[in-house]
């Protein structure tokens, strides 16, 4: 489907061109480039469907330039499919223009869970070589190719997955769940995993995790690659296709979305397979949201703590998880809620892209910083792992003295 952009023209082309995408669009208000905004990556997506520009290595890179972040998607009167279109369009522009080495490599990386699980003590023995501790985590000594202001977090000796049982059974239990990790979760913040696991036993839920899984494959979708993000997708429906689960359990927009929506799309070539991607669609939750559906497991721990929370673009405005992780963190006694006055605002980190444009990322991600520091909150929670890195990276860069968590470990913190 993403492989072909003739699949899209009919999309392409219900784009009346209005302009509202500018208004809204966090690339568009730090650039003022029409190329950076959802109207003008469609017309050059038209201009390539009618054999006007090439796919060269500047459309390519151009067609990069956009954090996904489905600001312009809800904006759009027309109801173009913007976020869909521009990664077809990167599809179409990577098969001519190419990618860069560094994001090849990431791809590469993405692509093969072994070289990620051989690679995580590794990468854990050059940051303490190569970056010095500061603050939370470690800032780079040198270049390297990354944001020397910014902190980034101490990497895990051993990735999530390489330490929890494949199944965590729970006496009684009511429920049996499938909790897909996600890189982040396993590779970066384990805790953010041991919490999910916590949280599910607490409603007592028989939580199965398969040593299998690897990254959902979205970075690589988006990135230009749909051939591999399907093959990831039909390994992941492969394995989690036959547990017999009630629910398929994420910590991650993002992967919610893969497997809600990307899945079924990219596997529309095999319909068994694709019956079985919807099927699991339908069980699929953030965390977040099943807390919310579930019974309350009882009395929790008071957190006498002052609270904000980001809603990542890809769980608010992709999943539609608003109110749940909001609802949830105030039913925790003792804690003081304050709201950001834009909690929807994209912080700019959309997985790979801070890497890779550190400083319009970091531009993109100001307004969201002055927001939560003028919120007066000493802990920001949020439901991404990527928008966490971000913010934390960036906040802590700043000397600010709270602490940013994901929503899970904040509750898990509450469980008895
Ligand atoms: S808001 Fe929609 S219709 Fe208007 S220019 Fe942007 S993509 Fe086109
Ligand atoms: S997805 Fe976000 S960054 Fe990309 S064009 Fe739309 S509003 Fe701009």
Redesign the pocket.
């Known amino acids: 489907m993403y492989d072909h952009l003739n699949n899209f023209a009919a999309d392409i082309n219900k784009c009346m061109r209005c302009g509202n995408?500018q208004a809204?669009?966090?690339?568009?208000r730090v650039t003022r480039a029409e190329a950076d905004?959802?109207r003008g990556?469609l017309q050059l997506g038209r201009a390539l469907l009618e054999g006007r520009l090439a796919p060269t290595p500047r459309l390519s890179a151009l067609s990069q330039r956009?954090?996904?972040?489905?600001?312009?998607l809800d904006a759009c009167p027309s109801g173009v499919s913007?976020?869909n279109d521009?990664m077809a369009l990167r599809a179409q522009a990577v098969k001519g223009g190419g990618l860069t080495l560094a994001k090849r490599m990431l791809l590469a990386g993405l692509a093969r869970k072994p070289l990620l699980d051989h690679g995580l003590p590794v990468a854990r023995k050059a940051q303490q070589v190569a970056f010095r501790p500061s603050g939370p985590g470690y800032r780079p000594r040198f270049p390297l190719g990354l944001d020397l202001r910014r902190i980034y977090p101490p990497l895990p000796a051993r990735s999530f997955l390489a330490t929890v049982r494949e199944r965590v059974p729970r006496p009684r239990a009511e429920l049996r769940v499938a909790f897909f990790v996600g890189c982040m979760a396993n590779y970066v913040y384990p805790g953010t995993g041991e919490a999910v696991v916590k949280l599910l036993g607490s409603r007592r839920a028989d939580v199965v995790i398969p040593g299998e899984q690897h990254c959902c494959g979205y970075p690589v979708l988006a990135l230009g690659d749909p051939v591999t993000a399907r093959a990831m997708a039909a390994s992941h429906v492969r394995l989690f296709g036959s547990l017999g689960v009630d629910y398929l359990v994420t910590a991650c927009g993002t992967c919610g979305e893969s497997w809600r929506d990307h899945y079924p799309e990219l596997l529309r070539d095999d319909p068994e397979l694709q019956a079985r991607a919807l099927a699991l669609a339908g069980k699929v939750r953030d965390i977040s949201s099943l807390l919310g559906e579930l019974p309350s497991p009882g009395e929790m721990l008071p957190l006498s703590r002052r609270v904000t929370y980001h809603q990542a673009c890809h769980l608010g405005r992709g999943m539609r998880v608003g109110g749940a992780p909001v609802d949830l963190v105030k039913a925790v006694p003792g804690i003081d809620f304050v709201p950001l006055a834009d909690p929807g605002r994209?912080c700019g980190g959309a997985g790979s892209f801070q890497l890779f444009y550190p400083e319009l990322s970091r531009e993109i991600a100001a307004p969201k910083l002055a927001d939560i520091r003028n919120s007066g909150a000493e802990v920001l929670v949020t439901g991404c792992g990527a928008c966490r890195n971000q913010l934390e990276g960036l906040l802590a860069a700043e000397d600010w003295p709270g602490r940013v968590m994901h929503t899970a470990e904040l509750l898990a913190l509450a469980t008895p």
Do not use: E, R
């Open positions: 995408c809204v669009c966090p690339v568009y905004v959802a990556k956009c954090l996904l972040c489905q600001a312009c913007t976020c521009i994209c």
